[in-house]
């Protein structure tokens, strides 16, 4: 495998910037973050999983030496409690509007920069195969406009053992590719584009790629837990996939919740104040909600609908 072509963020300028994420399909900055920044962050989340016993004892939880006792992901039931403290942090949300993240972004997308409402951690416990995720595009589970940019960005320094993503270069200019239907996985036999390219991602380093662009997580062969946060942004006179702002899921979970223990009201609700397109619009729901032949998406639609 290749390794990443890269860019030290003092060298940054958005003509490098936008060349790199047109011919490659990505764009990796080292140093873009401060390091104390990043790991106030993992800090914070660590010290809840540690709460909830995702760690050996008689380590420190910064060490994040995982019990294989505790190994658990998505879908799990367990896991969905846990993850559901830790995407409640205020801490996780305010990440995703970092200073030095959004004037990278704004170079990118423009004036007009969307945040996107739902950063996601990624907690990925080692040596277990079922957790790696798999080649695809983010775009099949983004929907809205292509154009969408992920940040993926480790909370610890990242070397090959613990699982670092791969990127397919110049992957983004040959549309959506073939992907099994019920998983959004594309075989690396098959997918189109140029070389696989990967490599060491440390703390403070921010991998930053096109929704169309193929790319696949590396297992976690160490002990550790590997934790790494995503951000997505777009220019926000793109469509916008109303799904990616609300909770259409069947858990009862919401905003409300979400915000209960926050401080600061800065950042609550803050892309209701953004003229977005939806896509589907308001009034595609309603249809989509009379017309679709699965019953789980007519429910999934109209909760969406809402909550919009």
């Avoid at 830790?86 to 423009?110: D, W």
């Avoid at 070389?195 to 590396?218: E, K, M, P, R």
Wanted: include cysteine.
């Amino acid at each position: 495998m290749k390794p990443f072509h890269e860019i030290h963020s003092n060298d940054l300028n958005s003509g490098q910037l936008q060349r790199e994420l047109d011919s490659r399909g990505y764009v990796l900055i080292r140093k873009l973050l401060p390091a104390e920044d990043v790991e106030t962050l993992l800090r914070e989340i660590v010290q809840n999983l540690s709460a909830n016993d995702w760690f050996l004892p008689n380590h420190s939880p910064m060490e994040r030496v995982a019990d294989p006792n505790a190994a658990c992901g998505e879908p799990d039931p367990l896991f969905k409690l846990i993850y559901e403290q830790i995407f409640n942090l205020e801490a996780l949300h305010r990440f995703a509007h970092h200073p030095r993240l959004r004037e990278v972004m704004h170079s990118i997308v423009g004036s007009q920069l969307l945040v996107h409402p739902k950063p996601i951690a990624r907690l990925i416990f080692p040596n277990w195969d079922r957790f790696v995720v798999h080649a695809h595009q983010d775009h099949l589970a983004i929907g809205g406009d292509p154009e969408c940019f992920t940040a993926w960005i480790p909370l610890h320094d990242c070397p090959a053992e613990l699982g670092p993503l791969q990127i397919l270069d110049g992957s983004h200019r040959f549309g959506l590719q073939e992907a099994d239907p019920s998983t959004g996985e594309i075989s690396k036999d098959t997918a189109r584009g140029g070389d696989w390219v990967g490599g060491q991602i440390n703390a403070g380093d921010v991998l930053i790629f096109h929704g169309l662009t193929v790319h696949s997580a590396s297992p976690n062969t160490s002990e550790q837990l590997r934790v790494s946060v995503d951000c997505r942004f777009q220019d926000y006179t793109r469509t916008f996939n109303p799904a990616n702002a609300v909770f259409p899921g069947s858990n009862g979970k919401s905003w409300e919740t979400t915000y209960a223990n926050w401080r600061s009201e800065e950042l609550k609700y803050f892309w209701r104040q953004i003229p977005l397109t939806f896509k589907p619009s308001r009034e595609e729901l309603v249809e989509l909600i009379e017309t679709d032949d699965s019953q789980r998406m007519r429910t999934r639609y109209a909760r969406v609908l809402s909550q919009i």
